[in-house]
């Protein structure tokens, strides 16, 4: 009996030390992979990021040139969009396009993620007039419908940045400063990330928030660590879950934005490559002409709608409390 006794609690001891332990991240990305929604989303999110990346070389025809013997052609096996007023391939314009929504979404939400992260994390553990202020701020950000105020800004914002342009072309002499696109792009970044990341500071701040009273930031707080070193060493590693799933859903809000700005004539305008563009162009003939204004429009729906999986996904993986249930 005492050998068999031996036996089971060495086979036990060895099963133990045989199973690795799991981490928050292996446990997220099992259950991630158990969503078919979340899984339909990446697996679009990976074509379209593809396409951004080699769209200049994979796009049938250049986006810009004219064929003025193929006007407003429906869906053909030489034109798989058709064609546009001008002549030009819808195929190789929405490539180019979607370029364009992956290049302002990751920018975008890069600069949203350090700049919502830090602000509304040290606001939290700072307290006092610099969180009042940055409530505050934040507020006021999130009081105003996001399109007009975007819109607002693009309008307020577009002669500084020229000005800005301007400047920069004549301390360095490079043409780049000249070129209207670059211009778009500046004004887009700065207006979108400005307009984009107070709902991310709030969230943010609210997990702070409730960080702050644990006893390790205590510990950090008694020995004099500085607020930036507990931010970013402590608070910002135990928020990045959120973080992540905020920036994932929200990045297709932002490539919305854009298509919406460039769909007013204020974002991103030609020769530079739009959906918004597309669709604002296209919605001229739309009667007789409807593949001008279904494709851009479908193509549009389907990434933000991809985002939009990929981030429920990510918040029922990420979120302990849901997987619980």
């Known amino acids: 009996m005492a050998e068999q006794a031996s036996t089971l609690i060495t086979n036990a001891e060895g099963d133990f030390q045989s199973e690795k332990p799991r981490s928050l991240w292996s446990d997220a990305a099992r259950e991630f992979r158990r969503s078919r929604t979340g899984m339909f989303g990446l697996a679009v999110i990976v074509v379209v990021v593809f396409i951004a990346l080699t769209a200049q070389w994979i796009a049938p025809y250049d986006y810009a040139e004219q064929d003025w013997m ?3 052609q429906p869906p053909s096996p030489d034109h798989w969009m058709g064609t546009d007023a001008v002549g030009r391939d819808m195929f190789s314009r929405v490539l180019m396009s979607i370029q364009t929504a ?3 979404g990751v920018i975008v939400s890069l600069i949203v993620g350090v700049v919502g992260t830090l602000t509304g994390a040290l606001a939290a553990l700072m307290g006092g007039m610099v969180d009042t202020v940055s409530v505050w701020i934040m507020d006021a950000l999130l009081n105003f419908p996001v399109l007009w105020l975007a819109a607002f800004v693009t309008v ?5 940045i020229q000005q800005l342009a301007l400047s920069a072309y004549e301390l360095t002499g490079w043409a780049v400063w000249q070129d209207t696109v670059v211009l778009d792009y500046m004004v887009v970044f700065t207006v979108l990330a400005f ?13 702070v928030l409730s960080l702050r009273e644990k006893e390790f930031i205590e510990a ?19 928020v990045l879950g959120q973080v992540i799933v905020q920036l994932s859903i929200g990045i297709g809000g ?8 460039s769909f007013l004539g204020i ?19 739309w009667r007789s002409d ?4 279904a494709m851009p429009g479908l193509v549009l729906a389907l990434i933000i709608l991809a985002f939009v999986f990929v981030g429920d996904a990510l918040n029922d993986a990420l979120n302990p409390r849901i997987r619980e249930r």
Do not use: D, K
């Open 267 to 285: 974002g991103i305008q030609p020769p530079g490559a739009s959906l918004g563009n597309l669709i604002s162009i296209g919605m001229e003939s």
């Open 220 to 238: 950090q707080v008694a020995i004099g660590a500085s607020y930036w070193w507990i931010t970013t060493r402590h608070l910002v590693p135990n």
């Open 70 to 72: 193929s006007l407003r």
């Open 254 to 261: 932002i490539m919305l934005a854009e298509s919406a700005l």
């Open 156 to 160: 307020v914002a577009r002669p500084p």
């Open 102 to 104: 992956v290049l302002v």
């Open 195 to 207: 307009v984009s990341w107070a709902p991310l500071g709030r969230v943010v701040r609210g997990q």
């Open 290 to 293: 409807p593949h001008l204004v």
